[in-house]
């Protein structure tokens, strides 16, 4: 049994993470961090775990946990997650971050998008971007992930085919529309019940932090500049995340090819689903699953290819993926633990 | 007073007229149209209205609907509603007709969207587009309104100015967000509560019937082609429609430069508000009025201004929208019994 | 037109209330007061009321309050409420309190429950508790109305005829549910949109604040004692409450029988309905309303009457019947601006 | 590996059980039966089982159910589920029935709530009620279990200790709120989302069919008559329910002695969880899960004792309950699967 540990289990991603760990055959959770006055147990802290573990939560150093476990996941904030991190590396042990801090190679843009110095720039030449369709080959030698964000993920995974096969022009809409889990669990008058419930709104407007990100793996993997205009939108839903993508088709070509060009990349994937036959992908079928479904339509008259992308942002778009990641980084089969 | 009549009043459409109209300070509503088997009193109909008035509904012929009012809204089916239209019309009535049945003036477009060929192509020819901001002195002159689709009020409004301008290309995204109440009150498995509660779903992508209603009424008004390129979705709210618009620009222009010229295009506008300063629109802030919130936002680097618009659906995007019709064909104020 | 003010507009009530007194035809708004550095446009404050309103909010003192306007409306938290109130009483001035602080009698049970002593007694002696259907010729002589509290309101006009009637034993169990607007605007962790959605709560079992407001007015009025056993329960809505009511009774009647009291008694109560014939109440159908609907069941067997009432919680458990109060207290008709 | 089949996946508790029987470590899939013109892959039925499984479904017979499957869970409707259960048990194969089919030994009471004769009265004496925590030696030995209606089952489990010791009245309320997918996938005006989304409801006040089941099964158990005054209530959420029990006290006991009388009686039980120290149940900590959370608080003033319990309608109220009933049945593990 793999020992691990979680740093931010009180989040929601920390909690999904904990969810999906419990039951991974292959895996003990030994460690459980969160910012505590002193040790609880973790069903004190939160009640959906009651009588189901013994563990306890406290708030242990970066150094007690990398004794205690060979992997270390971090549901940490930005900015504080690279300090831990480095940390826990310098002890041998391998860091999956779900927090931002090693997602942006070029640290100018971290700067800009997070407000703060990056402070482990070594660790972060290490870092591999942790979006196993992308990059597993390099996830599976990796010591440190940076954990894909959540509207990226459904969004490279959707942008990826097209604008590698070169049908399209390489500056494309992303409108994408999330739940309200994916602004963490704090206290904000934004997020009350009653200015979330029945109301539709979109936000950070040709701002978001998740751009440079999306550009930057895009760009590196592709080589060539690629222009992301991202609207991302709150759902009053707990979890999901629907993005549509708009892409200019340079030549003529159909639903049913672009379906097949999907089909064959994404093949072998086994969590990429491309739908066919009209049907579109709905937040209700990949909820609590590491999913990503993906449908295209050609609006030839437009000249347009419209890509549907759907995913669970606490799962595919956070712990899920997260767990993927480990999977591959320690050899277990990939899937295991997620289906 | 002003002698009115609704028919169809039990759909969504209907009840949200007849809420105005009974608040309305020169309108007396006479006559109320519903499938029913024999009369029955408004309130056994819709229980909201008990204690409030005495008004009776029952399966009126149009010929009797003519005798009662002066004017009357249709919230009947597509393509019922034309017939019923064209015999009020024969009887020296005015009409106000919230179907699509005299949106479209190309009856070939019509027909396909709608399937159904155009019996009353000579009321057709008459009919006015019954978008105030577009088209108030037509519509002061009209005797047929076409109360314009939920869809295509805030799009048309958010589009217009920079379309009309020339700042940007002729093709522009559309992706639109719906409560579900744009639907209808009848029932089906796709919009039980289940199967809506906490999804969110893309659906008629690039085949939507407001699709060729935006591309005319645009193409009419600015003499050149546009490429509307639509995705609605469901969101699982009552009411409220918000849209994302993405305009390719042909030059430079910062947010101010197009905030200012929405500002001076609307600046008479008693429904349209436009916001300043990096404020959004929300759905919440025009439910259960007439108001039409646009900001804009420009993407200098990746050549994009964005368009976000909100209106209620059933209000400026249908009843609301139809009263202030009404207000301008018979010389009320306009804002009269909308705020 | 009679000037009118409200202190703390802010808060859901508030802008409810201000929603009301704009459409009052009787009534003109001079004055508002809000928790500002430095006075504001309306429109900045609360972003729906642009376009309709150039009125301006301030922290204004309670005498200048005073100075401007003939009945203040105050909707500021439990404990501020009475020295605010009775400075502005020594001016001459109508208020009509939205806060608790004025409706318990027994100042020993307000500093249990509300934790201060209370600091206005002499006003207190003076205020009226503000149920129209209880104590209407009260209100109209009043010059201080301590307005119900929201769960109070549904709960005693569903309880009152059959205690009166004596048909029942006088400990009743009172199950109340109600929307989230009831908590107030500001933020806290447990009332985030996703701790609410998908979720359903009771709190404070048998130790809410609102169970010696009840049990008082009620022995008040008939003279002896009641004991009211009372749950409130969190629903995921933004406004609305259904109270169910169980009592045992203590001779044979039928669902007819209990039906035609409750009819007899608010006969002419303009916005109290009594359902009939199986029919229940819902909260959709009082939405924005003032009204409160109300059906009874007998379960014959189990020798239980069983009452449902719903309201609006902002409307008649709160602004609505704010201004209820302020037309009998002025002399206006009682359903001016409320219908 | 242990056969199973499911009669009916195509509703919320028939696709809820193929969820926990697919992640059931010592149980194999065998047979699908749906309503289907001709055979169709579950993916194409139920989309979230896509890349999953290669699962079919067909309109089988009970026949051909019996002939694949050991165990045969029948996710039928009402009246339809009796004639197939006997067929499956007279080939000598175990059935868990989910309907109400078997739940009333009393079929005078059956005719009366479910419009129906009793066709299997042979088969009914052998039914055996599936409460693990009142009946598990029965269930133990059984071939025909009636698995518990939902509200039965939150509502027994929350009266059972109280009723049992003697210490309240042997007549209670039970104040239920359910969400929607206990009234199952079928479309119907009333539950169509925008009139059951920002509403609440009562319903079926006092005559809903699951009375005589728990009266039966409260009597049967301890001996006594027992009066269940019974409201269900509709709650906008997808799942979950939870009850609000009033006793009256026939003696003085404290919060703390009721807590742990609940807590001895329950202390081995696996699922379920009796909360203290002032905390309450919600329905968000039993999503998804096969827990039952109780809490008790005394009104001592009031002489009554408010029991609040919480379930997942479709697990611990329907699809967990039923495996954990057919865990029982063959021998397993009792939490086998369900954790």
Known sequence: MLKVGVMGVRGYTGEELLKILLHHPKVRVTSLQARLEKPMSLSAVLPRFSHQTDLVCADYTPEVMARGCEVVFLALPHTVSMTVASKILKKGKKVIDLSADFRLKDTALYKKYYAADHVAKGDLKEAVYGL??????????ATLIANPGCYPTGILLGA???????????????????????????????????????????????????????????????????DV?????????NRGILSTLYFRLTRSVSTQQVTDLYKALYQKEPFVRILADGKLPEVKHVLYTNFCDIAVKVDAVRKTVIVVTVIDNLVKGAAGQAVQNMNLMVGFGETEGLL
């Open 229 to 237: 205009i991202f609207t991302p939108h709150l759902v009053p839903i």
């Open 132 to 141: 196993p369709e992308l990059y597993r080959e390099k996830i599976k030698k």
């Open 160 to 226: 990826y085919p097209l604008l590698k096969k070169g049908w399209v022009e390489s500056s494309f809409v992303a409108d994408a529309k999330s739940g309200v889990t994916g602004t963490g669990r704090s206290a904000s008058e934004a997020f009350q019940f009653a200015e979330v419930n029945e109301n539709f709104r979109a936000y950070k407007v040709a701002e978001h932090q998740h751009v440079p990100e999306m550009e930057e793996v895009l760009e590196n993997t592709l080589r060539k500049k690629i």
